[in-house]
């Protein structure tokens, strides 16, 4: 994600309707051409007039939102964070079931967590656990180590300089459409779509590119 201002909406890498049963075609319409295009369409508006940030990618935002002037500085972190969470979100899914995991990522999940069903309880436990609108986050620490953390609104781990492996969105508008108030429904479904090649590579990236990226 090295593009920069002005951001533009991100393609789909699959057909709204690519993730049926599990992922509803209305909600993946709604969720990427009304909220994410929306989050787009504010953080170019809030930037527009302050062109020495025209260059800064969304990670560089994020990193510095310290150094954002204070006048724009929470409407950058919102927008920009909606941004960056979704991207990664939409990219983490995938139509294709023959999805297999692959061996660094799942080494150190059995490692850590004793089993990969261990490791997805404990991510359907954090994703149940976030009160109001979030994410519940698979992130790496600075030593490589896996954490699953919740965060709020559109947050992000960069703030915390923490490795972003894998988001669920937990906001009302991911599910709420097709599953109603029954958010273990929308994470049961959810996990049949992740594409966990996705999150290897991100896992394996950040061994290779340890130093750049955080
Ligand atoms: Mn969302």
């Given at each position: 994600?090295?593009?920069?201002?002005?951001?533009?909406?991100?393609?789909?890498?699959?057909?709204?309707?690519?993730?049926?049963?599990?992922?509803?075609?209305?909600?993946?319409?709604?969720?990427?051409?009304?909220?994410?295009?929306?989050?787009?369409?504010?953080?170019?508006?809030?930037?527009?007039?302050?062109?020495?940030?025209?260059?800064?990618?969304?990670?560089?935002?994020?990193?510095?939102?310290?150094?954002?002037?204070?006048?724009?500085?929470?409407?950058?972190?919102?927008?920009?964070?909606?941004?960056?969470?979704?991207?990664?979100?939409?990219?983490?899914?995938?139509?294709?079931?023959?999805?297999?995991?692959?061996?660094?990522?799942?080494?150190?999940?059995?490692?850590?967590?004793?089993?990969?069903?261990?490791?997805?309880?404990?991510?359907?436990?954090?994703?149940?656990?976030?009160?109001?609108?979030?994410?519940?986050?698979?992130?790496?620490?600075?030593?490589?180590?896996?954490?699953?953390?919740?965060?709020?609104?559109?947050?992000?781990?960069?703030?915390?300089?923490?490795?972003?492996?894998?988001?669920?969105?937990?906001?009302e508008h991911a599910y709420y459409l097709k599953h109603?108030?029954?958010?273990?429904?929308?994470?049961?479904?959810?996990?049949?779509?992740?594409?966990?090649?996705?999150?290897?590579?991100?896992?394996?990236?950040?061994?290779?590119?340890?130093?750049?990226?955080?």
């Amino acid at each position: 994600m090295n593009e920069h201002y002005p951001f533009k909406l991100m393609i789909l890498p699959y057909e709204y309707n690519s993730l049926e049963p599990y992922i509803d075609e209305e909600t993946m319409k709604i969720h990427h051409l009304g909220h994410l295009k929306t989050y787009v369409d504010n953080l170019n508006k809030i930037l527009a007039n302050y062109p020495k940030l025209h260059n800064w990618s969304l990670e560089k935002i994020l990193y510095n939102i310290s150094s954002i002037p204070k006048e724009i500085k929470l409407a950058v972190k919102n927008n920009a964070g909606g941004v960056y969470n979704h991207n990664l979100y939409f990219n983490s899914l995938s139509p294709k079931k023959e999805i297999n995991l692959s061996t660094n990522f799942e080494n150190t999940v059995k490692k850590q967590f004793g089993s990969f069903d261990n490791y997805l309880s404990e991510l359907k436990e954090k994703s149940l656990s976030v009160f109001g609108s979030g994410y519940s986050y698979v992130v790496l620490d600075i030593e490589g180590n896996i954490m699953i953390i919740t965060t709020k609104n559109q947050d992000t781990p960069l703030e915390l300089n923490l490795y972003p492996l894998l988001p669920i969105d937990v906001w009302e508008h991911a599910y709420y459409l097709k599953h109603k108030n029954k958010r273990v429904e929308y994470i049961e479904d959810i996990f049949k779509v992740i594409n966990w090649n996705i999150i290897e590579k991100r896992y394996n990236d950040f061994f290779r590119f340890n130093s750049n990226l955080l």
